[in-house]
Each structure stands twice: as structure tokens, then as C-alpha cells.
């Protein structure tokens, strides 16, 4: 009878891992492929002024209907404009996508010239892919260097080295402005012994 309740309990345990290993793999998927349009907000702040009592006695005079309401002063509008310079958009929701000077072949092109393989990397013929995300702003630049997948053996070192190395991206655009947008690229590689 001992022998069964460790089975029955080493088969609920493998059950309770595969479906906590299956949720995992779904977040991080859902995760990786979402819009991700960061906001930057602040809590709404409602400014009161002191009206002096001749104008408040002036103003209730004028509304002989008593609908005189108090008006809330909305948000200044150097405080919306901080807001958007500081917001990411995803490049799936923009008007204008930014773009590296020369276009997506110019871009692998560079990526290819400026990748160095070690040895290792060389001895094993690796290849695969790497996922790369970064932020272009405003002036083009990037930053945010960030690799989602790397094959090992130093690749995502070595990526992350390449991508700083990038020149400006022509950045995107929403609304006729320049916008901060975040993008992910894959990145195809192959070491070949020489």
C-alpha cells in the first residue's frame, strides 16, 4: 500500500509540474508578444485657487438660475508634453515606423560585419537565432539593450556589444512627433570553422 500512495503522489507531483511549467511558458509567451506601450502617469492633481468673496458675490449675481458650478483647472499642459516624451510606444501601434538607416537588410548586413565569433563559437558551428529588444528615441538613438534569447557561449554578450555599436535609426513617428518606440529584432547567426 506504501508503494502506491508514492506512486499515486509522484503522479500528482509530475502533473502539478507540467502544468506549472505549461502557465509559465504561456506568461512569458503572452509576455513577449504583447503591446507594450508603456505610460508614465501621475495622479491627477486638482488645483484650488482662493477666489476673493467680491468675485464669488459677483459670480453668484450673474447666475440668477443657480447653476453656477466650480470648474476643476485641468492638468498644465507642459506636464502632458513631460508625459509624452517619456512614453515608449511599441512600433506594431505607430504611425511612422523607425527604421535603420538603409532598412532591415542594411541592418543584418551590420549586425553580420560587427558580430565577432570566439573560437568556441567557431569550433561547435553554432547558429541559431537571437532575440534582441531596444528603445529608439527621439534623436534615433538606441538604448534599452536588452537580449530576450541568446544561444549561450557568449552571444548575448557579444550581441548587446553589436547593438550599441548601431548608428542612429531613423525614429519613429506619431501625431507629426518624433516618439520614443521599443522593437524587437531577431538576429540569425552562423560560426563556421575556418
Known sequence: MGNEESA??????????????????????????????????????????????????????????????????????????????????????????????????????FFSKNFQFTDEMKEMELQGRIIASFVIERDGSVTNVKIIRSLGFETEREAIRVLKLMPKWLPGEQNGKKVRCSTIVPITIYATKQ
Open 8 to 109: 499515486e503522489l509522484h503522479y500528482q507531483a509530475q502533473t502539478l509540474m507540467k502544468t506549472f511549467f505549461l502557465f509559465f511558458t504561456l506568461l512569458i509567451f503572452s509576455l513577449s508578444f504583447g503591446q507594450t506601450k508603456k505610460v508614465k502617469t501621475t495622479p491627477k492633481t486638482t488645483v484650488i485657487k482662493e477666489i476673493p468673496l467680491e468675485e464669488r458675490i459677483n459670480t453668484i449675481k450673474s447666475d440668477p438660475d443657480g447653476d453656477a458650478t466650480l470648474s476643476e483647472e485641468t492638468e498644465p499642459a507642459y506636464l502632458k508634453e513631460k508625459e509624452n516624451e517619456n512614453t515608449i510606444y511599441n512600433t506594431a501601434g505607430i504611425e511612422v515606423q523607425p527604421e535603420f538607416p538603409g532598412g532591415r537588410e542594411k541592418l543584418f548586413s
